[in-house]
């Protein structure tokens, strides 16, 4: 006999065996009564007893004591299914032996040729509730590791997006908490080896670990980096990345610290020798200065004896003498400067000459126009209209100025030419006359006074590191900076002069009567 059309090739039989072999407890109860009809293999071995032994059993003799579980709720949960053709709930049965069984039990109607009954399917879900008891127990354990530890911990996936953070990581790197993480390199710059690395070339190197700092810089302060290791973790579904960190920005900035101090050692040194290498210079170039201007003396000398004996012609006389007195300008220049390295390098303490600043820029233009003209530099002067009267060293101020110029002029050389712009400006500040030097160059790389010695491949070495000593050492500053426009600004601020300063024609106090600055 066949029971169902869409299948005729399973019997009866068929179906009665497929129940009996099935691991799903099934239990058959009377939909009046309640009382039990039948219990597959599945079911009598679950909870011990045979068939014949469960049919007069109750929902108190084979049912947990709990209250939740007691009889009359139970019969409801079964009437609940033969009204409704269906119900589930979570059933606690106690086997034959004593042990409660939590089951997820689905009881529904069905038509019998008897009349109505109700069948319950159930199965133990003992292991399932203990694994999830565990993995709520696991999950509340990394919940609070990541809120409490100290440990800067991240994982990051293979595209380089920040899927975990413990609490003290969202903290460092500065992220919003609460908020989607997104992409590490957001943050901050990944470091292997002493040098700076995309994400691809860091997740190459994590085979399947690999040491690496991150920096993170910081608006108002110095960057915080940490340090620590990039490990692959293979063995959790996607190719997933664990970045264990801590802070080590004191130690770097303890090691930044110990190689300025090494340098500015080194600096100190090389100082203290081009101050004895200068004393020496200046004290061996006033004789041979002073022989020159005596020679050049003798041929103005002896070319004007010879125009008036008319051995030689006026005009040759006139352009001899006009090249004697360019060469004689320049020699008296070199004394001077001779003169102001010598004091400045023996003592340079206090400054008692009063200059305004607008004759030390005047002084220098000549100079300035000679290197710009030939590399197509426009020289732009914006001078203050009233004296910006300071205290300082005429000389060497304006071999400050040159110095920024010609470094400027330099560096504008390679530029295109409608950026080839200088532009020297003087103004009054707080209690300060300023000087700036803009250009239209590339821009600074880095802070050029925290270096000594220059890099350019043409240069002396020396011209900022002299420059910054003399006009800190006239108790004024000097900085330089990028232009929002592009290119660069160098410039220094000295002390302005008080009302009661005089200025003689030469630039110096009309009370330093022996000319020595003290």
């Known amino acids: 006999m066949h029971v169902d059309p869409q299948a005729p090739e399973i019997t009866m039989n068929d179906f009665v065996a497929m129940m009996r072999a099935t691991k799903l407890c099934v239990l ?5 009564t309640k009382s039990i009809l039948w219990a597959n293999p599945a079911a009598c071995e679950m909870l011990g007893w045979s068939v ?4 007069p059993l109750k929902a108190n003799h084979m049912s947990s004591s709990a209250q939740q579980y007691d009889r009359v709720i139970g019969r409801a949960w079964l009437q609940e299914a033969a009204d409704k053709g269906a119900s589930r709930m979570e059933w606690h049965y106690r086997s034959r032996s004593g042990r409660v069984i939590p089951t997820d039990a689905v009881a529904a109607r069905v038509e019998l040729d008897r009349g109505t009954a109700v069948m319950v399917q159930f199965r133990d ?11 709520r127990l696991t999950t509340s354990y990394v919940d609070a590791l990541g809120r409490h530890t100290s440990t800067i911990a991240l994982m990051v996936d293979a595209a380089g997006t920040l899927r975990f953070a413990t609490d003290t990581a969202v903290s460092r790197i500065g992220a919003v908490p609460n908020e989607p993480l997104g992409a590490l390199s957001t943050y901050g710059r990944l470091w292997l080896g002493g040098r700076s690395v995309t994400w691809e070339e860091a997740l190459a190197r994590a085979t399947p670990s690999t040491a690496i700092q991150l920096e993170i810089p910081q608006d108002d302060s110095s960057p915080v980096w940490l340090e620590g290791t990039l490990e692959s973790v293979q063995d959790v579904g996607d190719h997933t990345l664990l970045m264990i960190l801590h802070d080590v920005s004191d130690r770097v900035e303890d090691e930044v610290h110990r190689e300025r101090e090494l340098h500015r050692e080194n600096y100190l040194a090389r100082y203290n020798a081009m101050g004895d290498m200068a ?10 200065l002073a022989a020159a201007g005596n020679f050049l003396a003798g041929v103005r000398t002896r070319s004007r004896s010879l125009a008036d004996a008319g051995e030689l012609p006026t005009e040759t006389a006139s352009q001899l003498s006009f090249g004697i007195d360019r060469a ?15 004091e400045f390098v023996g003592h340079l303490e206090r ?14 233009l000549h100079f300035v126009g000679l290197r710009a003209v030939p590399n197509g530099v426009t020289v732009a002067v914006h001078r203050h209209p009233e004296p910006v009267v300071v205290r300082c060293e005429r000389v060497l101020t304006g071999q400050v100025l040159l110095n920024f110029c010609i470094n400027a002029i330099d560096e504008m050389s390679s530029c295109d030419a409608e950026h080839r712009r200088l532009t020297i400006t003087i103004r009054p500040g707080d209690g300060v006359g300023v000087l700036t030097v803009d250009d239209q160059g590339r821009g600074l790389q880095h802070d050029p006074f925290e270096e000594s010695f220059t890099s350019k491949a043409q240069g002396s070495g020396i011209g900022l590191a002299l420059s910054y ?5 006239q108790h004024g500053r000097i900085w330089a900076e990028p232009r929002k426009e592009g ?13 009661g300063d005089g200025t003689d024609s030469d630039g110096t106090d009309g009370d330093d009567r022996n000319g020595d600055g003290q």
């Open 279 to 288: 004393m020496a210079i200046a004290h061996e170039l006033g004789q041979p």
């Open 487 to 499: 290119g660069s600004r160098f410039g220094f601020a000295l002390p302005l002069a008080s009302d």
């Open 351 to 364: 400054v008692d000459q009063v200059v305004d600043l607008n004759d030390v820029l005047d002084q220098c």
């Open 125 to 135: 879900i003992e292991r399932e509730q203990q694994i999830e008891r565990e993995l």
């Open 328 to 342: 004689v300008r320049q020699i008296e220049r070199a004394s001077t400067i001779v003169d102001a390295v010598r």
């Open 469 to 473: 000593r003399v006009i800190t050492r």
């Open 52 to 55: 014949t032994e469960l049919r």
């Open 28 to 32: 058959l109860h009377d939909a009046d």
